[in-house]
Nanobody, 117 residues
């Protein structure tokens, strides 16, 4: 069974940076889209950034210009570089992969990001 494993979360001060990584147990070329979602306490899970196999990238408005999503095909990873972090970025961040078939998306277990002074 294919698995996604996130890493890189932690505690950072406002204005700081973190880099999240999502490692897939198979080639990421098998996925139509890979991306990052987040869920803050008491809120619904929301899209942060996605990148398709064709290179189309989508960012949530509040992270545009601060976050960058990238794929490393050789390492089977999708990464999220987060700069100029704000307290409102605090959430559990989840990696998601959508296949080319009609099956449900694949989710990672999540990694906590806390932005606080």
């Amino acid at each position: 069974q294919v698995q996604l494993v996130e890493s890189g979360g932690g505690l950072v001060q406002p204005g700081g940076s973190l880099r999240l990584s999502c490692a897939a147990s198979r080639s990421i070329l098998a996925f139509r889209t890979m991306g990052w979602y987040r869920q803050a306490p008491g809120k619904q899970r929301e899209l942060v950034a996605t990148k398709s196999s064709g290179g189309i990238t989508i960012y949530e408005d509040s992270v545009k210009g601060r976050f960058t999503i990238s794929r490393d095909i050789a390492k089977n990873t999708v990464n999220l570089q987060m700069d100029t972090l704000k307290p409102e970025d605090t959430a559990v961040y989840y990696c998601r992969a959508d296949s080319f078939s009609t099956g449900p998306p694949l989710w990672g277990q999540g990694t906590q990001v806390t932005v606080s002074s």
